[in-house]
């Protein structure tokens, strides 16, 4: 069975930071591309980034490059999102996925405001 574990999400300021991690079990991490997609109030789901299975390619979602980065490390199969330089638009929750599966877990809030 596969599971997705998010956690990292708060409450912070705008201007701030916060580190998500997502522990996968269930299949072979090493071997997927992952994903980070985010669900704000009363919106859809928005993909955020992606990661290659072996972490040396990312992609991001123009509204947030530069400021957010992807990363993974195998061994601990766990995937990491680091979001830097939030904004209250970043408010959502953020969940991790493989990236060609539908399946996620059950997300970590992350609230951005003053």
């Known amino acids: 069975e596969v599971q997705l574990v998010e956690s990292g999400g708060g409450l912070v300021q705008p201007g701030g930071s916060l580190r998500l991690s997502c522990v996968a079990s269930?299949?072979?991490?090493?071997?997927?591309?992952m994903s980070w997609v985010r669900q704000a109030p009363g919106k859809g789901l928005e993909w955020v980034s992606s990661i290659n299975s072996n972490g040396d390619s990312t992609v991001y979602a123009n509204s947030v490059k530069g400021r957010f980065t992807i990363s993974r490390d195998n061994a601990k199969n766990t995937l990491y999102l680091q979001l830097n330089s939030l904004k209250t638009e970043d408010t959502a929750m953020y969940y991790c996925k493989r990236r060609d599966a539908t399946d996620r877990g059950q997300g970590t809030q992350v609230t951005v405001s003053s």
């Open positions: 269930g299949f072979t991490f090493s071997n997927h591309p």
